[in-house]
């Protein structure tokens, strides 16, 4: 058998402890950054103004089915380029906050450049949840990873329009 | 210009950014290459999310131009191929 993988994302108010959000969007097919906090609302509807900042996402992996073991888990940028104007920040955390447009200071990584997956964050599990307090390596049952946290940062010099697409890994090791 | 050493992916080093106050945030900037972080911070504070940023992206390795060029070319090539078994 094989593990089951599909994306999700938690939004709204951090509630419960350890902390999550108040609604979980479960088989999320997209991460838009864009000036609300939903998965639902499209992106054109709800754009970023040159100079604000996206609210922040809170992506992470959801793994059901019979497996024996999923883990080595990394997260990275690793395709497409941004353009001016235009910071991608992240961390993988357990610590899901209330998604805000401020500079999120936790998200200390700088994703803007694409770079080779191996030398991308180090992703933990957790049968709890993406905000489970103890996360391992691996799991053996469904569960799982961290939060993939990210924020778009735009400057003035940002110009008008969509950005291009880029591609952020999720990179995982099954048997 | 007050400037501060921060470590750029794409360059792969610590390089001098021009710090500004913009916006109520503090906005570092390197040629086309920006980080913000929160306003109203102390200089300790501030220090502190320097060295974490210097800390956490050192390891990053990024890809070539040469290389995002092919995997923009491939990307092509299937939407093209996608398209015409439309």
Sequence with gaps: MAATFEFNEDN???????????????????VNW?????????????????GANSFSKYTFGKFTGTFNSVGSGLFAHTAGTLGTGLTLKSAVTTTYATPTTTAVAAFSTDITTAIAI???????????GPEGASPTTSIATAGYS?????QLQTTGSAAA????SITLTLRYNEN | MATVKLYNVKESKLVDYE?????GEIIATHKDSFIK????LTAKQFKKLVDEHNKVNADQVPISEKE??????????NLALLKSLE
């Design chain 1, 12 to 30: 709204g108010t951090q509630t419960g402890s350890p902390l999550k959000g108040t609604t979980r969007t479960t088989a999320v097919t997209q």
């Design chain 1, 34 to 50: 864009k000036n609300i906090d939903d998965v639902a609302t499209a992106y054109t509807a709800s754009p970023i103004t040159a």
């Design chain 1, 118 to 128: 191996t030398s991308g964050a180090t992703v933990l599990f957790s049968t709890v």
């Design chain 1, 146 to 150: 961290q939060y993939l946290g990210t």
């Design chain 1, 161 to 164: 329009g969509d950005i291009g």
């Design chain 2, 19 to 23: 710090v500004i106050s913009e916006n």
């Design chain 2, 37 to 40: 972080f929160p306003g109203g």
């Design chain 2, 68 to 77: 995002l060029k092919e995997q923009e070319d491939i990307e092509a090539k």
